[in-house]
């Protein structure tokens, strides 16, 4: 974008460095004008002269390196050159049919009477609008994220070089050659010298570039001044991928009772919209559309709802919300919503889901050994207990009877008397 400015600023340098410079006629230039490309030019001849008893030439130098060209010569009276372009009138007046480039640079009113000579130079720049730049869209989508080539500008025709400055939402665009860079082509077409000026722009856009305005200014100097010119806005349409899916339910802020209609409306935050949707109930495939409904509900409708979405890349997220239906003869209060879990989670490209909480499922993990660890030595002990008090008892009658004599006797002497 720096290099169109600087070619102008060049030009004209040149322009009038070359005006100064042509065989040290500048001491005696005493006016500089501009013309518009095409139209017809009128330069009066500023050496006093009358109308006959003299001879008024003009003549004309493009460049440094050329002679003075006589483009016309009158004797008082009206004579036109051979081409027809150049044309002097009977006040001396040179008449320019149509100006072109070529017609650029110094004209030299010379008049002579009696051997004396007289002249005037003239310095005329020309200037020529370009074209209303068009802005030429690369692609008609753009993905988030991307350095992306968004258009071309192009201003056609114009002299001398303009400058083309790029616009986003009404903001200036900097070429800082990362996320915005700007490439300029100029094109001069040999027959008529004119310049085409390309304009390319690359931007890394965002989410938030959806629906922005890109348009192109053309800046060209014109006559003592300059002139502007502007493009035709133009949409960005960006893709982004899944970003956040819900579920809806409709109607809401109520509580789900048997008979009701409902209606599921999944909701994913992405550009375009979703490729697919899949419905799950339990595990169980419902629908392959963005809503859901359920007529005339009753409990078997209770569970958990699943909402798959698949974006343009392949990419998937699911929203999971659970559903509570009241019965007609329960009132007994129950939330204020049927609504009574909701949760979303993403999958990867080949829609596995990702886990939600692996520190949560560790510490569950311990929790529950610690559980069945603590209930497992608790019922040992009161097994063990049980056993060994029961036992102690018995142990005790034995060693009571062992350590009576009068037990022990009476035995042995019921055995003696059976074996008489």
Not at 200 to 219: G, I, P, Q, R
Request: proline residues 5%; charged residues 25%.
């Amino acid at each position: 974008m720096a290099v169109a400015p600087t070619l102008t600023c060049s030009l004209l340098i040149s322009i009038y460095a070359h005006v100064a410079s042509l065989q040290g006629d500048s001491a005696h230039i005493s006016r500089t004008i501009s013309a518009i490309y095409g139209e017809e030019l009128r330069l009066p001849c500023p050496v006093p002269h009358q109308k006959n008893a003299q001879i008024i030439r003009w003549l004309l130098k493009t460049s440094s390196v050329e002679e003075w060209k006589q483009i016309a010569v009158a004797k008082g009276v009206r004579a036109p050159t051979e081409e027809g372009q150049f044309e002097t009138l009977q006040n001396g007046t040179l008449l320019v049919r149509s100006m072109t480039i070529e017609d650029e640079g110094l004209f030299k009113c010379q008049v002579m009477k009696n051997g004396l000579e007289g002249f005037s130079v003239t310095s005329v720049s020309v200037f020529k609008p370009p074209a209303k730049p068009e802005f030429i869209e690369s692609y008609p989508t753009f993905t988030a994220g991307t350095h992306s080539e968004i258009g071309k500008c192009i201003a056609k025709d114009g002299y001398p070089v303009g400058n083309i400055t790029w616009y986003k939402n009404g903001k200036v665009l900097l070429h800082n050659g990362n996320e915005t860079r700007v490439k300029v082509h100029i094109m001069k077409n040999q027959n008529t010298r004119l310049y085409t000026i390309e304009s390319t722009l690359y931007y890394t856009l965002s989410k938030n570039d959806m629906d922005a305005k890109f348009f192109c200014e053309v800046v060209y100097p014109f006559q003592e001044g300059s002139d502007t010119q502007t493009s035709k806005p133009m949409k960005i349409d960006v893709y982004y991928p899944i970003e956040h899916v819900r579920i809806e339910v409709d109607p809401s802020n109520h509580v789900i009772r048997e008979g009701d209609t409902v209606t599921l409306s999944c909701m994913a935050d992405t550009n375009p919209s979703p490729a697919e949707y899949i419905w799950e109930k339990d595990g169980k495939q419902l629908g392959v559309l963005a809503q859901h409904t359920l007529p005339a509900v009753t409990k078997r409708d209770e569970g958990e709802y699943r909402c798959t979405v698949f974006d343009f890349d392949f990419n998937t997220k699911s929203a999971v919300m659970a559903i509570q239906v009241k019965a007609k003869e329960d009132n007994n209060e129950l939330d204020r919503f049927g609504v009574i879990a909701e949760e979303s989670h993403s999958a990867d490209h080949h829609g596995k889901p990702k886990p939600l909480n692996k520190a949560g499922m560790v510490i569950g993990i311990i929790v529950t050994l610690m559980l069945v660890a603590f209930f497992t030595i608790i019922t040992y002990y009161m097994c063990y207990y049980r056993k060994k008090t029961e036992k102690k008892p018995l142990e005790d009658l034995e060693e009571r009877n062992a350590m009576d004599p009068g037990n022990v006797s009476l035995t042995v002497e019921q055995v003696v008397t059976e074996e008489q």
